[in-house]
């Protein structure tokens, strides 16, 4: 299957570079390795454009949507912000290696992340998976395993990997979950900046369910401070039959269940958004529930269909699989109409 996010075309700054010479120097203090990864992360992850999108409004008649486009980080996904934070993490705790289960674009962050850490870094992939962000990782000396069965069993492999040979587990689900949700809730406080309150609605697309769990917590956190007026209502969208959290919403769940793993057949659009189990996805059902938000399904058709109407009407190159947030946010406005106000779907980039 391919799966193939790029950044927007921007290198890695001189000035990045410069920095990971001292990450990568032993003999340097571990504090000053750190902080200079920690400025790596400053001047390369987050602070993704929030753009309104009248080109499309006019199109499908809702006003002031805007586009939160994570193509702007360096490999042109939001997987950056938690590969970055968790090479941050494990420079600080002293490993040398890191390890994970991906499908394509989490494998690209974390061997970005980790060539500029100094770090080794051991990347899972199932080996029916046909990935062309393989190239990605190559180019910086990660070292690829191809593993038997499904997306699920690399992040078993991957898991038991890290436990005997103690590398950093960097995997969904694991020890490092409230990190990882940290960072995405870097999102939530972005667009807040922004904004300067929340939006009526943030729309995300869903396979672990970490993004969506992990902006809903950042914009909670901005409501128990006393930033916003609201929290907004999380709508989660992922490929047709073939997700936990939105057939558990569907099906009036207040827990994830699993689906049957032979049921889950990959395309070369949803395969960023299908799993049989969705590691977070209790978090994930938990924030649109709490939320009062909605989840649906996304067909291949519709997810094109987006894809193509934003590179046509507003100039944004982006992942199919990731305008299922866009599709579930338009699904249900034309089941209960929004009045206006204003709507956020994040976004990521491909070639």
């Not at 006393?226 to 073939?242: H, L, V």
């Amino acid at each position: 299957m391919l799966d193939g996010a790029t950044g927007s075309g921007a290198a890695i700054s001189q000035e990045s570079l410069e920095l990971s010479k001292i990450v990568k120097d032993a003999s340097q203090p571990t504090i000053e390795r750190v902080n200079s990864f920690e400025d790596i992360i400053n001047i390369e992850v987050g602070d993704t454009s929030l753009t309104r999108v009248r080109n499309v409004e006019r199109e499908i008649g809702l006003r002031q949507i805007f586009m939160k486009f994570e193509g702007g980080n360096p490999t042109g996904t939001q997987k950056d912000r938690i590969a970055f934070a968790q090479c941050l993490d494990a420079l600080r705790r002293g490993y040398d290696t890191v390890t994970l289960a991906t499908c394509g674009n989490y494998g690209a962050s974390m061997a970005l992340a980790t060539w500029l850490a100094g770090l080794n870094c051991i990347v899972c992939i199932p080996e029916s998976y046909h990935t062309q962000r393989i190239k990605d990782m190559e180019k910086f000396g990660v070292t690829i395993t191809r593993t038997p069965g499904a997306y699920e069993d690399a992040v078993l492999f991957s898991q038991k990997l890290a436990e005997k040979e103690e590398f950093y587990d960097s995997n969904p689900g694991g020890i490092n979950t409230a990190l990882q949700l940290q960072a995405y809730g870097e999102l939530a406080f972005e667009i807040y900046d922004f904004m300067r309150d929340a939006p009526k609605v943030v729309a995300v697309p869903v396979s672990n369910g970490t993004l969506l769990a992990g902006i809903h917590r950042g914009f909670v956190s901005l409501y128990k401070r006393g930033k916003t007026s609201r929290i907004p209502k999380m709508i989660a969208a992922s490929s047709t039959n073939k997700n936990p959290i939105i057939l558990s919403y569907k099906k009036g769940l207040d827990h994830c269940i699993d689906l049957a793993p032979e049921s889950i057949k990959e395309t070369k659009i949803n395969e960023p958004l299908i799993n049989w189990h969705s590691y977070d996805g209790e978090e994930a059902l938990h924030a649109i529930n709490h939320s009062n938000g909605w989840a649906t399904w996304a067909s291949d058709n519709k997810l094109s269909h987006y894809s193509k109407l934003l590179k046509e009407k507003e100039g944004l190159n982006v992942l199919p699989a990731s305008t299922a947030g866009l599709v579930g946010l338009l699904e249900m406005h034309k089941s209960e109409p929004f009045e206006g106000d204003r709507f956020v779907a994040i976004l990521t980039g491909r070639k």
